[in-house]
């Protein structure tokens, strides 16, 4: 404080001084003086004081400080309180020292304050603690790296709250409050303004009375939030008006108060306000000029039209032009339901029957198509018929196709001719036969002669014509029989007939020598090179000769088109082979050993061929598997393993069981089922020499099935002890029956057809359901023939295809009125099973029997026996050739045409190239083959095919016989086989 009034002091008196002192004209107000009341631009720093001092000053105070003196103030004591300022260095005392007593405080002279202090609130700070926006501390505003009064304006600062800016959120510009202290929903974020400052905000929060249009009504609904329900036209919300459309400014219905123009799906009526809806809908209101059936004398039925906008009908006063499916008249406006419908409505020129002639199809009238001047009905709009050019007339009129020609539309009565088919006239095609003055060039099925002009027809049809040159056989010196070709357009012509060409696709011509193959035989042509039997070796086939496939070097005739059976080494065929050939390796007998039996299978084939004998394993009954002897060569064999008795010990009596299969006595050599036979054997007792259990338990044999199992009840197997007599037995569950399907059952437990087929139920066929095919059952025991099925509930007949819909059992019915005529035979019994096989054999003419009485069913047939039952069988068919390469059949024997066709058909071939053994007994094997081959089952191979053919018709069953080449058939299993087949 004294440093200030020496100031004050000295300052005082420099100035008296300065007045005497300084010259005239001395500008006073560039002086500098300290004082609290001085303007901004005069605050300088201490610093800046110190230099720049004026001499005058110095002098000044130097003055004062001699005057002081005089007053006992010495002049250091005056800097005594003071302390340097560490920032400036000037010297300040206790009302200009900061409150941390560092540096200048805010009563300080010059800039020191201002850069260490914060501007907003005076806090002293550290270097650098100040905003580079705006110089203030930051500890003064909650923002980060902000402060107040960053911005220029200084409207940063939120009122409520004191510490929003508006670098952080927003600010409103009127009243200062945040966002924040005001809310979303009352803050206008486009124009930064708070529901206090603005006569409404939107509820969205994103529009206000100064950037947003509003609802009027309640101030809240904007365009920014849902421009939807906002009325553009008033701008009220559709809330405030009581929902969709607005009665401020549209038609809005006086009957429901609500529909209005504005509605995309309704119309107001302009005359009296009312919706189409409270009209009655379409049918009720014009929507072409919006009025309803009030105002208007009637709307139309499609509602698209009224009195006032389109053409009405005259009579029912509903229907207009604007009616899509009707149509008014343009002379009477009668509409189209009106008038008739189809056929009485002109559609070319809009006019009814009633204003003018119209065309039947209603597609044209008088004005605007040709209508046919005798029907007055039909014109040439109408698709089925045409008008002729001349008269007028309909071509129905004139006659139709044949009398009217469509290619220049003119008939019968306007031209010379027409052609029969309608399609050309003497105007419009260039040929016309000259014969019938009919048939042209038009006619699709017939041509004109290029030579003649004489038609296909009149030159006498195919064979007199050629298409390909369009030449008759009056212009041409010969005319292929197919009429396909002539002298003038085919190369090759048979010089034998000159008439078949190459064109013929029947026949064909050699290319050698050019004759056809009707002139030299089909079996002397090969149809595979088109050469004759003259120009190279044909077989008699006709499908090879010598130049395309291998002939048989034995015969030359034979070739592999029509034998298929060749050998693989010598290139013999199966006839010049003597019919002995493998079926396997296709060797023939000098090229491999075969089967001495059968003679299809030789020993490299065989699964096993007999050393002794040579038959292979089909042939042989039995055969050892170690040693590959067959019975017949073997001294015994057990009947169980099949051991021979060089590889086994077998039973000296029966010579059927082994040591291995049976009880066997070693010491006597006798099994246990022969003990009967051997009294004298002591070695085994009466009872069973060993319990089986005991022995290590049962030797069971396979599974029997013994009842089938059915749709409607169980079926059983069983096995039992070979040793003892312990069995078992197995139910086998009832057959499950198919979804959709139905079961036909028979009144007996089985009914057994004429083929021995055993027939317990059969199942319905088809997805819908109908009858299978149903056994027919052999005559009774008393002959009478079976006539059909009944159905045992209603007792009408049931018939294969009839269609189900449940269950069926069936009763057969049998012809009671049938004569039956009794057998003469007295060897064969009415329950014998060959019984019906002989009856029908012997109606049928196959047999008559060895004498007046007897059939002897037992005895063997011979070759020429079996082939004359199946001819007969067949129904005695004539041989087509008369050739006969057997030299031990005569054209005298009874079976000569039965050989002879069965060589034909393929059945046989005799037993060699010249030999048929016709005397020779028959066998199983070789009588199923014959039945095999007759009706096409098959021809290769021997027996083994056959066999199986004739396992699958259930033929070989009911005889039990055993099918091989060593088992002879007798005459009631033949006849048997060829009723299962022919009967």
């Known amino acids: 404080m004294k440093y200030k009034y020496q100031q004050w002091i000295s300052l005082l008196l420099c100035f008296l001084l300065f007045i005497g002192m300084l010259p005239t004209g001395t500008n006073t107000e560039q002086m500098h003086f300290h004082s609290d009341e001085i303007t901004e631009t005069q605050n300088h720093d201490h610093d800046v004081l110190a230099a720049e001092e004026s001499p005058v000053l110095s002098l000044c105070e130097d003055i004062l400080g001699g005057l002081l003196g005089l007053f006992a103030l010495p002049v250091s004591a005056a800097y005594e309180d003071g302390v340097e300022c560490e920032y400036c260095g000037g010297y300040r005392y206790d009302d200009w020292k900061c409150d941390n007593g560092d540096h200048c405080g805010d009563g300080a002279d010059g800039d020191c304050y201002s850069e260490h202090h914060c501007g907003s609130c005076g806090d002293c700070v550290e270097d650098g603690g100040l905003c580079e926006d705006c110089e203030f501390c930051s500890e003064c505003c909650a923002c980060e790296d902000k402060c107040r009064g960053c911005d220029a304006v200084g409207e940063t600062v939120c009122c409520d709250c004191g510490e929003k800016c508006s670098g952080c959120d927003w600010i409103c510009g009127e009243c200062g409050k945040c966002l924040e202290c005001i809310g979303d929903a009352d803050y206008c974020s486009y124009c930064d303004i708070c529901v206090d400052c603005a006569d409404w905000i939107c509820y969205c929060g994103d529009g206000c009375s100064r950037c947003a249009l509003g609802c009027e009504g309640c101030r809240e609904v904007c365009t920014n939030c849902d421009p939807d329900f906002l009325c553009l036209s008033c701008m009220t919300c559709f809330d405030c008006v ?52 009030e105002h208007v004398d009637y709307i139309c039925i499609c509602g698209e039209g009224c009195s006032n906008c389109s053409v009405i009908c005259k009579e029912c006063g509903e229907k207009c032009e604007n009616c899509a499916d009707d149509m008014i008249c343009n002379d009477c406006g009668v509409c189209f339901d009106c008038v008739g419908g189809e056929g009485n409505y002109c559609a070319e020129c809009g006019v009814c029957k009633n204003c003018v002639d119209i065309c039947i199809c209603g597609n044209g009238c008088v004005d605007c198509a040709g209508v046919c001047l005798a029907c007055f009905e039909k014109c040439t709009n109408c698709a089925e018929e045409e008008i002729c050019g001349g008269c007028g007339i309909c071509k129905d009129c004139a006659g139709g196709d044949g009398n009217f020609c469509d290619n220049c539309e003119t008939c019968k009565m306007c031209s010379d001719f027409i052609c029969i088919c309608g399609g050309g006239c003497s105007e419009c095609v260039d040929f016309i036969c000259t014969e019938c003055n009919e048939k042209c060039s038009e006619c699709a099925p017939e041509e004109i002669c290029g030579g003649c002009g004489i038609c296909k027809d009149c030159a006498g049809g195919d064979g007199n014509f050629c298409d390909n040159c369009e030449t008759c056989k009056m212009c041409s010196d010969f005319i292929c029989i197919c009429g396909a070709g002539c002298s003038e357009c085919v190369d090759r012509i048979c010089p034998e007939c000159n008439e078949k060409c190459s064109e013929c696709a029947d026949d064909e011509l050699c290319m050698e020598c050019g004759v056809c193959i009707d002139c030299c035989g089909a079996e002397y042509f090969c149809v595979i090179c088109g050469l004759c039997s003259d120009c190279g070796t044909v077989c008699p086939c006709g499908e090879g000769c010598e130049n395309c496939v291998d002939l048989c070097p034995e015969c030359e005739e034979v070739c592999s088109n029509c034998c298929d059976t060749f050998c693989a080494s010598c290139d013999l065929c199966i006839h010049c082979a003597d019919e002995l050939l493998c079926e396997d390796c296709l060797l023939c007998g000098d090229c491999t050993d075969l089967c001495e039996d059968c003679g299809v299978i030789c020993h490299d084939c065989a699964e096993s061929s007999c050393p002794d004998c040579g038959r292979c394993a089909d042939c042989m009954d039995e055969y050892c598997p170690d040693c590959g002897i067959c019975l017949d060569c073997a001294d015994a064999m057990c009947q169980d393993c099949h051991y021979c008795g060089d590889c086994t010990v077998i039973c000296d009596i029966c010579g059927e069981s082994c040591s291995d299969c049976a009880a066997f006595c070693e010491e006597c050599g006798i099994c246990e089922f022969c003990l009967d036979s051997a009294p004298d054997c002591d070695h085994f007792t009466t009872e069973r020499p060993f319990d089986c259990m005991e022995a290590g338990g049962h030797k069971m044999s396979e599974w029997v099935i013994t009842q089938k199992p059915s749709y409607t009840r169980n079926g059983e197997k069983a096995c039992t002890c070979i040793f003892c007599e312990y069995a078992e037995t197995e139910i086998l569950p009832i057959l499950t029956v198919p979804e959709h399907k139905y079961v036909v059952r028979f009144s007996e437990d089985a009914v057994t057809d004429r083929h021995g087929d055993s027939v317990n139920e059969l199942l319905s066929k088809g997805t819908d359901a109908k009858v299978p095919a149903l056994p027919t059952p052999a005559p009774g025991a008393d002959g009478k023939p079976f006539l059909g099925w009944v159905d045992k509930t209603t007792g009408k007949p049931v018939h294969k295809g009839d269609p189900m819909t449940g269950d069926l059992t069936l009763i057969p019915v049998w012809d009671e009125e049938a004569v039956v005529t009794a057998l003469p035979f007295t060897d064969v019994k009415a329950d014998d099973y060959f019984a019906q096989a002989v009856r029908w054999a012997y109606e049928n003419n196959i047999t008559a029997g060895t004498s007046d009485t007897t059939f002897s069913p037992d005895m063997t047939c011979t070759r020429a026996q079996v082939v004359t039952f199946l001819w007969r069988a067949a129904g005695c068919p004539e041989p087509k050739s008369t050739m006969n390469p057997f030299q031990d059949v005569k054209n005298t024997d009874w079976y000569y045409k039965a050989v002879l066709w069965a060589v034909e058909q393929n059945i046989t071939q005799g037993t060699s190239k010249t030999t048929f053994t016709p005397t020779r ?39 039990g016989l055993n099918v091989n080449p060593t088992t002879p058939c007798p005459r009631k299993a033949i006849v048997t086989f060829l009723y299962g087949i022919y009967g």
């Open 242 to 293: 009581g929902g969709e459309g607005c009665s401020e400014c549209a038609y809005v219905c006086p009957e429901c108060g609500e529909y209005c123009e504005n509605c995309a799906d309704g119309y107001i009526c302009i005359e009296c306000g009312i919706c189409d809806d409270c009209a009655g809908g379409d049918n009720n209101f014009c929507h072409a000029c919006l009025l309803c059936k």
């Open 921 to 959: 007994d028959c066998s199983t094997a070789e009588i199923l083959t014959f039945l095999f081959r007759s009706v096409g089952a098959g021809t290769n191979g021997y027996y083994d095919e056959a066999a199986k053919w004739a396992e699958s018709h259930n033929l070989v069953q009911v005889t």
